[in-house]
């Protein structure tokens, strides 16, 4: 009996031991699904890449660099063409543009071209919900195939006059919104410096609905694509005043080269019409005097510190909402702008402070605080977006994507990128950019070459140094074959 005994006893503890096992088994938690990553794509109007994460200390930008430090920072970022519609549209398709497609500030996306499909578009047939606020693409209703729920901008709902309001004048003095001689925010003076809060200017009410659209999507069971555009610091350089008061006036710098450079041709220069259009810039000078030199880059400085707090309190919302960690962050000026510099106050020319831009880049999936030097083109951030987010890319795209760079940043997906303006064809390779002027016959009636080594800020062209002839005929002719195959 006792060995019976003894046998079950056996049992029991071999089918305890075996319960305990499968038990055990199921109560351990199930291996969770990734959730597909968020995007938020942060646009900027009229952004050159002066910040202190690009190694310029001139400009109070706290809250982008923070975003830096945990991203990659393309320092030598280019726009296809440099002006807010045409280099959006060309952007936002992946495609370049050409001298009848993509070609001044008015320009739409064409959305009935065969096979285009826009960026968030992609991102709204393969499951995203798009959705955006503020100015992505140039027009407030361009794209409206792209969008789950519509473009919502601060001067909605989008009647013609309502439009005209993002020049955003604040300050009492400045009757330029509200009186018959400049009606619905015409163009009056160049700057201001308004004593009101940030929720007072077009660019502090885009924030106020991007956090009421955050709150909204992050209660959303599937992943979403959010557009944040802000105006500034496009012209009207207008700012509260607290954004101002961050930099001394005496301490603002004029540009080095407050000139032409040596050589250049008479095609590179033009009188810059859209800051003459200011109601206290004069017409009839050539050049814009001192005081107005450093007041105007004091305003650029202001705007854009107001820009980055918008940024920042944007960022902080995604963290207290708990969708930081799983959200692409991209964040892109639009294009470039000349401060003064060649003599130049505006994006639309060939000359590298117009075309090349800000760009950054963060990934929750790999590691930040990467600077490279790695040529980017605009054309490469919707291929970027489509393998980060594990989306099969377009047929249409031309451009690379920029995640080997991400992952490694001394990695290189491009040995030269390509802009245009007007009549200008321009090319930049890791070391020289050469530009190319057309006349109406379409011959080659001018050129340009800079050495960006010897000489970054293209004071000099050496188009006709002896010495450059071969590096000048390879690159025309790289850039030739472009043209020729762009698509």
């Known amino acids: 009996m006792k060995l019976i005994s003894n046998h ?14 499968f038990f055990s088994m199921g109560c351990q938690e199930k291996p969770t699904i990734k959730q597909p990553p ?15 994460c690009y190694v310029k200390s001139q400009i109070i930008s706290p809250n982008i660099d923070r975003l830096a430090n945990e991203a990659t920072v393309f320092k030598r970022a280019y726009c296809n063409v440099p002006v ?16 009848t497609r993509y070609t001044d500030y008015k320009t739409r996306v064409d959305m009935e071209a065969a096979g285009i499909v826009t960026l968030p578009e992609h991102f709204k047939n393969n499951g995203y919900y798009t959705t955006a606020v503020g100015k992505i693409f140039h027009h407030p209703d361009d794209g409206k195939r792209s969008w789950s729920k519509p473009n919502y901008r601060p001067d909605y709902p989008r009647t013609n006059a309502q439009q005209e309001l993002w020049r955003d004048y604040q300050s009492p003095e400045n009757f330029w919104t509200r009186e018959s001689e400049l009606p619905l925010g015409g163009a009056g003076p160049a700057w201001e410096a308004g004593e ?44 509260p005043k607290k954004y101002w008061d961050l930099y001394k006036p005496e301490e603002i710098e004029l540009p080095e080269n407050y000139f032409m450079p040596k050589n250049a041709p008479k095609d590179a220069w033009f009188n810059f019409p859209e800051l003459r259009s200011y109601a206290n810039i004069a017409n009839d000078t050539l050049l ?34 708990g969708i930081y960690e799983n959200t692409i962050i991209v964040l ?19 000359f590298n402070n117009a075309i090349q831009s800000a760009l950054i880049i963060k990934s929750p999936d790999l590691k930040g605080g990467n600077q490279t030097t790695s040529l980017a083109s605009f054309v490469d951030i919707y291929p970027t977006l489509s393998e980060l987010a594990g989306l099969e890319k377009p047929n249409h795209l031309v451009g690379n994507s920029l995640v080997p760079i991400l992952k490694d940043p001394s990695s290189e997906v491009n040995s030269q990128v390509f802009a245009r303006w007007k009549n200008g064809e321009a090319i930049k390779d890791d070391r020289f950019a050469y530009t190319q002027y057309y006349g109406k016959a379409g011959n080659v009636k001018s050129y340009m070459l800079y050495d960006h080594e010897k000489d970054p800020d293209e004071n000099v062209n050496v188009a006709d140094m002896p010495e450059y002839q071969d590096e000048m005929a390879s690159l025309k002719s790289k850039l030739e074959e472009h043209i020729k195959n762009r698509k």
């Open 288 to 321: 814009i005097p001192e005081d107005q030199v450093r007041t105007l880059r004091h305003g650029y400085y202001a705007c854009v510190s107001f820009i980055d707090a918008q940024i920042g309190q944007v960022i902080q919302k995604l963290k207290d909402l």
């Open 84 to 99: 807010c519609g045409a280099s959006r549209a060309s952007l936002l398709t992946g495609t370049y543009p050409t001298p």
């Open 38 to 52: 968020n995007v938020l794509f942060i646009s900027i109007d009229d952004l050159r890449p002066e910040l202190n």
């Open 332 to 350: 892109w000026g639009d294009h470039g702008w000349n401060l003064g510099e060649h003599t130049l106050w505006t994006k639309m020319s060939c």
């Open 196 to 239: 009101v809060p940030d929720s007072a200017y077009y660019d502090g009410k885009t924030t106020k609905i991007a956090f009421k659209e955050l709150e909204r999507l992050a209660k959303l069971e599937q992943p979403f694509f959010f557009g944040l555009g802000y105006i500034r610091p496009h012209l009207p350089f207008n700012a």
């Open 8 to 21: 079950i006893a056996l049992i029991k503890n071999v089918l305890l031991v075996v319960w305990l096992f």
